[in-house]
């Protein structure tokens, strides 16, 4: 059993049935759990590492999935086969590098046949929400969630041909806030998380609260300098605290 929360709400996201790869996969938790649940008939643990690598490959075999889960070195998508997998899970990396991994999966043509991408980004998930909007990727569930005083979010995106439209309704629809509209909404959403505002809670709101806590210092320390680049900076700081504040004091039903 799983017991890391994270781990746990990416599990669940995964579609029964789906052959899984999952890029980074460490000690190969994930897809071990993944083949014990019966969720997935099979696996590939991929790892750019050799340490990280065996450690996939001690757990594969402590689980006695030998023959359904296979770890296999490479970086990124590198370690697929087009049409191997059906899903992809990609966990505890930064947006950029995440992004980063898709793209260059695209372009080799190893996305093919994958229908499902299901991606936790530790930071820059607007990245992320980004190149599955520019991408045809529709984002059909969002969480977030707190474990071990960090805030994660899990993205469940599918390919679907009506993806690209749901997309932009979801992005670049009704503002969020009244007088947010046009870009500012759509940045706005690819921050936060478009289903993530819509159903917002505690951990949401505990989320943002702490950012607001992170700008507010970076803020005072941009008063002491008479820069003209410092200025400017310190106000959009002061910007994007009101954006955030004006979100958490919003109830859900005001999120359109």
Request: aromatic share 4%; net charge negative; hydrophobic share 40%.
């Amino acid at each position: 059993m799983l017991n890391s929360k994270r781990l746990t709400v990416i599990a669940d996201y995964v579609s029964q049935g789906a052959r899984v790869a999952d890029i980074g996969s460490d000690h190969a938790l994930l897809p071990v759990e993944l083949v014990r649940r019966g969720t997935s008939p099979s696996a590939v643990a991929g790892e750019v590492n050799d340490g990280p690598l065996e450690a996939a490959r001690k757990g594969i075999a402590a689980a006695g999935f030998n023959d359904v889960i296979e770890a296999r070195k490479g970086n990124g998508l590198e370690v697929l086969q087009p049409g191997e997998v059906d899903t992809v899970t990609i966990a505890g990396m930064g947006g950029a590098l995440i992004v980063t991994i898709l793209e260059a999966g695209r372009l080799a043509g190893k996305l093919e046949g994958v229908s499902q991408l299901v991606l936790q980004p530790n930071v820059g998930e607007e990245l992320v929400r980004e190149w599955l909007l520019e991408h045809g990727w529709y984002l059909a569930e969002e969480a977030i969630l707190e474990e071990d005083g960090k805030y994660y979010e899990v993205m469940n995106a599918i390919r679907q041909p009506s993806g690209d439209a749901d997309n932009k309704i979801l992005y670049g629809g009704e503002p969020p806030l009244i007088g947010l509209g046009g870009e500012a909404s759509r940045k706005l959403k690819l921050s936060m998380g478009p289903w993530l505002l819509q159903s917002r809670g505690e951990v949401f709101a505990a989320k943002w609260r702490s950012e607001i806590r992170k700008l507010r210092r970076i803020e005072a320390q941009m008063a002491q300098s008479e820069l003209d680049e410092a200025k400017e900076r310190r106000e959009a700081f002061s910007r994007e605290i009101a954006t955030i504040e004006e979100v958490l004091a919003c109830t859900p039903t005001d999120i359109s």
